[in-house]
């Protein structure tokens, strides 16, 4: 187990593109938090330049409190798990789990123990004999995950392990992963491009965009409390409305410089005593989400989407009024996007 910590770590390329900018993150010990961004933000390459595979350009990367900026991969107390988890397809399961250590030169009565007792851990113990082409998607992404735990590393550093299974299974996996994590206690980070999947796994979150940390906290806090517009709309579903346009022009709020946003789930069909503050529009679109209902109104080909129960008196094409409590809107800075509190 170990603590891992990047201090002001930044990676440009040969063309002076900037990868990484200033990343400054501690991972706690026994921590699994999760890295949330676009495609492109950097994600893999924070991995890479953690596990040794990238080179940094600047700053200072420490696992277990030791500087390991210019160790190999292999002397970094790291094991990584990929995003197509290459097993090698010629090698039974066994044999798989058993590589690193046979590399290793382990004696042979240890790696049949230690590969033993972690299929039983991952429920892999009547598989042992099958080829990678053999298993399920599940099935294999449990082989990689072995693979890596075999090596027992400080750090667990996760690049998109569920990406490529359905979405049941994903749902799966995530809870043995997270009861695995539970279960080891070891330091791990997971990166994930969908934010659901990073709310529910992390017990803290970091948000990536263009190379740069955008927030880190936990997931309620990312949630409820995101510190800029790009957080704001990018966790959460469906996405936070923007309130643009003319939505708000009888509110009395000032909406020059402001940006504001309202969560699809804060949006009701009747006024309350809280709920006092409305925005209406034309109805354009009812979705049934059997429990739920998504509905979208429109105003000057703007959009705004509220996550409603049922209701059945609902007509298209009418004026609809959304209700809302003031104190759940959210405020930007139009020219910064940073939110702005109280
Ligand atoms: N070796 C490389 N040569 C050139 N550009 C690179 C290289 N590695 C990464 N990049 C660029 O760096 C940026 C970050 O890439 P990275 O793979 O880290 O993103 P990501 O967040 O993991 O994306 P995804 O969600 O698609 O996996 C991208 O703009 C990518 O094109
Ligand atoms: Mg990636």
């Known amino acids: 187990m170990a603590r891992l910590e990047l201090q002001r770590v930044s990676k440009l390329l040969a063309n002076r593109q900037v990868v990484l900018q200033d990343i400054d993150c501690t991972v706690n010990d026994g921590e699994l938090i999760s890295v949330v961004g676009p495609s492109g933000c950097g994600k893999s390459t924070l991995l890479r330049c953690v596990a040794g595979l990238d080179k940094i350009t600047s700053g200072d990367i420490r696992i277990g409190g030791q500087r390991v900026n210019d160790l190999p991969p292999q002397q970094r107390n790291v094991a990584m798990v990929f995003q197509n988890h290459a097993l090698y397809p010629h090698m039974t399961v066994y044999q798989n789990l058993a590589f690193g250590l046979r590399v290793r030169r382990v004696a042979r009565a240890i790696v049949d123990a230690r590969v033993r007792r972690t299929a039983v851990r991952l429920g892999l113990e009547a598989l042992l004999g099958r080829y990678p082409r053999e298993l399920s998607g599940g099935q294999r992404q449990r082989t990689a995950l072995g693979r890596a735990m075999l090596r027992e590393p400080g750090v667990f550093l996760l690049d998109e392990p569920l990406s490529s299974l359905d979405i049941p299974l994903r749902a799966e996996m995530r809870r043995e992963l997270s009861a695995l994590h ?8 997971y990166v994930t491009h969908d934010q659901s999947e990073a709310l ?25 409390e995101p510190s800029n517009r790009f957080v704001a709309g990018f966790v959460g579903w469906p996405p ?46 009812i979705e049934s989400f059997g429990g739920e209902w998504q509905v979208e109104i429109s105003r000057n080909g703007s959009r705004v ?4 129960a049922p209701n059945p008196e609902l007509r298209r094409d009418n004026e609809l009024r959304l209700w809302f409590r003031r104190e759940d809107l959210y405020a930007f800075d139009r020219a910064t996007g940073r939110r702005l509190q109280g």
């Open 305 to 308: 989407i509220a996550r409603v």
């Open 182 to 189: 539970t279960a080891l206690g070891t330091t791990m980070v």
């Open 240 to 285: 936070m409305n923007f309130l643009d346009g003319d939505w708000l022009e009888n509110s009395g709020l000032d909406a020059h410089c402001i940006d504001y946003g309202i969560r699809p789930e804060r949006l009701l069909l009747q006024p309350s005593s809280s709920a006092d503050a409305f925005i209406a529009g034309r109805l354009e679109r």
């Open 200 to 224: 529910s796994l992390g017990q803290r979150v970091v948000v990536l965009a263009d190379g740069q940390i955008q927030q880190i906290d936990t997931p309620d806090g990312i949630y409820k």
